[in-house]
């Protein structure tokens, strides 16, 4: 892998994780940097301490087979749901592709997270 696609990478996966922050209040951080090289090299790109069910592949390029990186995730996650973040590049707009079976997964860990207090929602400033 070039030195290039090495830093956009680490680009990519620092600026999913100030998105998700932004948008929800979850906190993250780049997997290599936490926890190094997981064995069999199948750690996730980002690790967020609200969804710790979710297996986070980060992909930002110019060009991407989906289904591969899809077929990587899953083949990576294990018991974790598998999520797709990609971007191609000049683009400010993340998307997000799942499984349609993982939905549920996917739904019931954003239920999970909003509702263990760490991060927030759009309800948050509505007084009960």
């Known amino acids: 892998m070039a030195i290039n696609s090495r830093q956009k990478g680490k680009?990519?996966?620092l600026e999913i994780v100030r998105v998700l922050k932004e948008l929800f209040g979850w906190s993250g951080r780049r997997t290599q940097q936490f926890s190094g090289w997981a064995k069999g090299g199948a750690s996730a790109d980002i690790y967020v301490d609200q969804t710790p069910d979710l297996f986070y592949e980060i992909k930002r390029v110019e060009r991407?087979?989906?289904n591969n990186a899809m077929a990587l995730a899953v083949e990576q996650?294990?018991?974790k749901c598998p999520?797709?973040?990609h971007r191609i590049n000049r683009s400010p707009d993340w998307l997000l592709t799942i499984r349609l079976q993982?939905?549920?997964r996917l739904a019931h860990a954003y239920e999970a997270a909003v509702n263990c207090g760490?991060?927030?929602s759009q309800d948050d400033s509505v007084a009960p």
Do not use: C, S
């Open 11 to 13: 680009t990519g996966e």
């Open 64 to 66: 991407l087979n989906i």
């Open 77 to 79: 996650a294990d018991r």
């Open 83 to 85: 999520v797709v973040l």
């Open 102 to 104: 993982d939905l549920p």
């Open 118 to 120: 760490d991060g927030h």
